[in-house]
T-cell receptor
Framework: GENVEQHPSTLSVQEGDSAVIKCTYS??????FPWYKQELGKGPQLIID?????GEKKDQRIAVTLNKTAKHFSLHITETQPEDSAVYFC??????????FGAGTTVTVRA | NAGVMQNPRHLVRRRGQEARLRCSPM?????VYWYRQLPEEGLKFMVY????????ESGMPKERFSAEFPKEGPSILRIQQVVRGDSAAYFC?????FGTGERSNQPQHFGDGTRLSIL
């Protein structure tokens, strides 16, 4: 099965600074790389995703970069705000439908 | 456009009872996935269903757990004779149908889960 690791496990940033979370995976057949944000008591919310034929994708303050050769992809959040505080999960696909979630990164944005 | 709806949000059962968790996918979505999340962990895949078909149940425990997605009505995850270790948050996700010849891996959208507690 897929071995997925996220780093760091916790991240504290000052409001306005950037946050970067890295996800490494083991299955070279993975082709779909989403990031989810989970707030307390809620389900995971898809915030951005990328497919293997693309190296980078951006949506306002959020971006994802993919290095398929090195088998890692990263989430970048710029100009962080208090509402960005949450747990973030990477979830590369094991096959065409099965997502393999990392253990999560708890992000705290200090006002 | 309503999102994925799960009920109940919280469910308490005593050991040996049955738990039934319901999931209504987003409008227009015909694929449903169930995941389980233990505290401080990521989600673990359990089962993937399309209408009236179980496509992949490789993440489901062999005993006591079953899932269905009937032609009419919500998807149901059923846990018989619950034990303390079944305590977890259970999440359902849905995705749209695949087009002809289209790559799969449609984005999966999650509900807010059912928190199951076993006394």
């Amino acid at each position: 099965g897929e071995n997925v690791e996220q780093h760091p496990s916790t991240l504290s940033v000052q409001e306005g600074d950037s946050a970067v979370i890295k996800c490494t995976y083991s299955d070279s057949a993975s082709n779909y790389f989403p990031w989810y944000k989970q707030e307390l008591g809620k389900g995971p919310q898809l915030i951005i995703d990328i497919r293997s034929n693309v190296g980078e994708k951006k949506d306002q303050r959020i971006a994802v970069t993919l290095n398929k050769t090195a088998k890692h992809f990263s989430l970048h959040i710029t100009e962080t705000q208090p509402e960005d505080s949450a747990v973030y999960f990477c979830a590369p696909d094991l096959n065409d439908y099965k997502l393999s979630f990392g253990a999560g990164t708890t992000v705290t944005v200090r006002a | 456009n309503a999102g994925v709806m799960q009920n109940p949000r919280h469910l308490v059962r005593r050991r040996g009872q049955e738990a039934r968790l319901r999931c209504s996918p987003m409008k227009g979505h015909s694929h449903v996935y169930w995941y389980r999340q233990l505290p401080e962990e990521g989600l673990k895949f359990m089962v993937y269903l399309q209408k009236e078909n179980i496509i992949d149940e490789s993440g489901m425990p062999k005993e006591r757990f079953s899932a269905e997605f009937p032609k009419e009505g919500p998807s149901i995850l059923r846990i018989q004779q619950v034990v303390r270790g079944d305590s977890a948050a259970y999440f359902c996700a849905s995705s749209p149908p695949f087009g002809t010849g289209e790559r799969s891996n449609q984005p999966q959208h999650f509900g807010d889960g059912t928190r199951l507690s076993i006394l």
